[in-house]
């Protein structure tokens, strides 16, 4: 059977050229394509599709909160996140979410369509150049952004992105007062005291683009 997929990614260029390689593969066709998280959501509910492959930084709305709320609507959608970033804490944050792949952008063609059959098949999909890193990683020290919970974890990278309380409630679908109360738990959790704080904290630890 053909594997449908919705493909997102706000690089024109980088989309285009994955989805041509990924339809002259038989067995695999791209059914949509979009340019950020609102519109991720809107072709999943609208295509159902096999495979969902996205990007994790896209403009409106990130890749982690496209992922709290597909899965909130769709339980049983399989998502593979394509990146550039084999940073620990970002494959940690997609995994809590949800994903059930994660594969660098720099991975080779027949790697990317492995990983699209693997995780249509409901395999879990962290290919090895990821996860011999993040075991290593693991092995010499904890994430910061392990004390948090996925909540929690959302509201961070939102943070960082430089969201106001108020947009992140929005994003998030949430209260400001529970926006501000997860903040509130992020910087005595994590010892910081300000946004600008959690900011720096995230550019050191490789987590800004």
Known sequence: MTI??????????????????LNANPNISVVGECDDGVELIAAVLKLSPDVILMDISMPRMSGLVAIDKILSQRRDAKILVL?????????????????KGYILKESSGDSLVDAIK?????????????????????????????VLTRREREVFFLVAAGNTSKKIAELLDMSLKTAENHRSNIYKKLNLSSSAELIRMAGKAGLLE
């Open 83 to 99: 990146s550039m970033h084999n940073e620990v804490e970002y494959i940690e944050a997609m995994r809590d979410a949800g994903a």
């Open 118 to 146: 693997k995780v249509a098949a409901n395999k879990t999909c962290f290919p090895d150049e990821i996860t011999k890193p993040l075991d290593e990683q693991c092995q010499k020290h904890i994430s910061p952004l392990s």
């Open 4 to 21: 449908r997929v919705v493909l997102a990614d706000d690089h024109v260029l980088m989309r285009q050229g994955v989805s041509q390689m």
